[in-house]
């Protein structure tokens, strides 16, 4: 099997005018960037306004292997499925960061032959994006630093500032920084942290913005920091709003490119889920569903992570109601819960299976708690044997589940087509009855206990002091019924990566609390959790490189 940049490099690629007249839009509706990538202009997203909403379908997943288990990649090629069988879907996915790029995971483009293409492009640096992101965040925190500098006017308390700097990379030596060093002139010496740009409230504020009044809106609430008298020092105190949305104008607008088989895909903004909200744009997703009949959308990491803020934070916050969910399941990560170690995925062991497959019983469940009906899919490898899979397929089935092999890896959209049939099947007879969680009206704290003990099956929750304080700041602030946002580890449904399967008789920990309050959520950090990942021992940059004549290679 060829890797995936070779398949990716070797596509035929339409025009992207040609992709968007699939979806009925004029070139006149598009800001080209060269032939393969586009944004939709603001006058497209006002003229679509009128039209109806298409069905919109989640895919999620079990808790992973580190390698991923392959939303995106099902994502892709059920919308190349749904082409093939002659109907008009378009996708709404995140771009991806550079950070697991050159990290562990690799990029975000799907993989085999259900891929978005061009995937270097879509890899590295895209439409600038993230790269708008990071000059805004920083903009914002260097604002600050020379408004203490320049005589703090604002009272800014130095030890309580909560604006971190962020890079778009994997760089553990930035968590924990001093900056100011040398003279006077240097500015003040305190301690500063950087964060992943994915994990930026600037990410989250770019994903769930309604256009750019809202985003300048929210961009002023962001809170830097705390006065010496205690009172929150925001964006709009620094007069920093408009210089950020300045730069943010582009990256505002949702970028249109293709997969392999030229089927539309809305890709726009790129939040992690375990350190943030793990979405794609609600812009992307609300302009996909006035121009397409279907809708597949991903949500990043297990469905105890990207689901769970889907429908919590983004649908709750848009409006949205999904109207089917994919969950996405596959033998190494049920082995992997069940104990296998890494290196012996790919050997069949039925009994490592029996194990694990809880994992999966306990996200059926969970999923069913939001009135969506669910679809498991098996996203099959060549590894996979005949025993394991129809042990898995005879799983689901027993339970009632709407089970469908994918092999969209090897085959592309044909090899979707059993997948996309049980999807229509779901949207044209089973009712979708979405309801989020809990109310917003609950406390914090019984928010975050009904997330921990219904979703990750916590027995309770605990918090430090310093968590406990903040909770009550937020709350005597006004911010006590915004959702939450967990930043909890990927592999584990407990804050702890060790505990695989479906673990009991645990405590979800949060260390620490902080509110996003121009996104809308608060944020609770739990276990060992880093919102700056680290590179690993082998990074996958090692590996990637470019040709004399400019091609691009090693990446996957
Ligand atoms: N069926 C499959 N067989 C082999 N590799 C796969 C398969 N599905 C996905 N992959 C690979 O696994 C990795 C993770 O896939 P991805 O779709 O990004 O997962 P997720 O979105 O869940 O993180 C990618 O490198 C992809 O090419
Ligand atoms: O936020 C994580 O997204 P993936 O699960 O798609 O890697
Ligand atoms: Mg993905």
Redesign the pocket.
Known sequence: MKS?IQIAQEAKMIHIKEVAKSLDIQEDDLELYGKYKAKFSDELLSKIQSNKDGKLVLVT?IN?TP???????TSVGLGQAMGVLGKKACLALREPSLGPCFGIK?G?A???YAQVVPMEDLNLHFTGDFHAITSANNLLAAMLDNHIQQGNSLGIDPRQIVWKRCLDMNDRVLRNIVVGLGSKMDGMVREDHFVITVASEIMAILCLADDMHDLKKRLGRIIVAYSFDGKPVTADDLQATGAMAALLKDALKPNLIQTLEHTPAIVHGGPFANIAHGCNSVRATKASMKLADITIT?AGFGADLGAEKFFDIKCRMAGLKPDAVVLVATIRALKYNGGVPKADLTTENLDALKKGIVNLEKHIENLQKYGVPVVVTL???ITDTDAETNFVKDFCQERGCEFALSEV?EKGGEGGVELAKKVLYVLENKESNFKPLYENNLSLEDKIKTVATEIYGASDVTYSAAALKELKRIQELGMGDFPVCMAKTQYSLSDDASKLGRPTDFTINVREVYASAGAGFVVAVTGSIMTMPGLPKVPAANNIDVTDDGVITGL?
């Open positions: 995936d997943a992973p390698a991923g288990e392959g939303k995106t990649t690799g975000a799907g993989g085999g991903e996203n099959s490898f890896w996957f």
